[in-house]
């Protein structure tokens, strides 16, 4: 995880007058739900197939796409129907660790100590002009991944949370434009993980790590995940004993949302 390791976290803040963004997972739960008989979206079940479904489905999140600034290309109707049908929030599974330590002040955690194993990623880079266009187009490319364009030909299944491995420049003053998308591969495809089709996406096994991580809420772009990074840094006590210029930023819930839940995540030197 240290060397190149880490992303899938969906990004945007689409509070936000004219900020790029991502559709959401709470976006899929919507779609899946049972639309109401008024709804553009719902299907009479009166012959509709795949097709006018990906088309409904790909209409909706190219309209949703639109209010972030997002173009949804339309190789993404298939991936989009297979995410709405598959993903529930009960489905997603998390990625496993081990509690070493939780440091609190006055019943508030201030940080926790973790330890996450040995396991396998498919992870994307990206270097677009914006932190969330490189989330956002990192993201669509993982999604076809876990959508059945993989050597298996299947569903690989939600995991969470979705992680970006950021890195700041040599002042420690501000994020590069480099990050790394990065997707846990379910605990039933970590011997054999399929094989994306994308050359774009590549499988990385990474080693245990120790991290140091802190909880926020709200928007995540360049000044929130600094502002974070600094915080973080003046609790702990050694934070020289972590990487100093590469951190992961992980993502639980709605990122639309206005008090969304994170993670920033310090990497323990080897």
Not at 10 to 21: L, R, T
Not at 36 to 58: I, K, N, T, V, W
Not at 88 to 112: A, D, M, N, W
Request: net charge negative; proline share 7%; hydrophobic share 35%.
């Amino acid at each position: 995880m240290q060397q190149e390791a880490v992303s899938c976290r969906m990004s945007g803040a689409a509070g936000e007058p004219g900020a790029p963004g991502a559709i959401t997972l709470e976006d899929l739960d919507r779609m899946a739900e049972e639309p109401s008989p008024d709804s553009p979206y719902h299907s009479s079940g009166c012959g509709q197939g795949d097709e006018a479904e990906q088309e409904r489905l790909l209409s909706y999140w190219q309209s949703v796409g639109r209010g972030h600034q997002v173009d949804v290309p339309r190789d993404m109707a298939e991936p989009i129907q297979q995410l709405t049908r598959n993903n529930q929030p009960q489905e997603r599974e998390s990625i496993p660790f081990t509690l070493i330590h939780r440091k609190e002040k006055f019943g508030e955690v201030l940080y926790e100590k973790r330890q996450y194993g040995k396991a396998k990623w498919a992870c994307i880079k990206m270097q677009e002009e914006q932190y969330e266009q490189s989330i956002c187009l990192g993201f669509m490319k993982l999604m076809k991944y876990i959508c059945e364009q993989n050597s298996s030909g299947l569903y690989l299944g939600m995991t969470i949370p979705i992680v970006t491995l950021v890195h700041t420049n040599e002042s420690h003053s501000e994020l590069t434009r480099s990050v790394t998308v990065a997707y846990y591969l379910p605990e039933l495809l970590q011997e054999q993980p399929p094989q994306p089709y994308d050359s774009d996406i590549i499988i990385e096994e990474w080693p245990p790590t120790v991290v140091y991580t802190r909880s926020f809420r709200g928007v995540t772009n360049e000044d929130s995940i600094m502002r974070e990074i600094n915080f973080l840094a003046e609790l702990l006590e050694s934070p020289e004993l972590c990487l100093q210029n590469m951190f992961i930023v992980a993502g639980f819930t709605n990122p639309a949302a206005a008090n969304r839940h994170n993670e920033i995540w310090f990497l323990q030197r080897p």
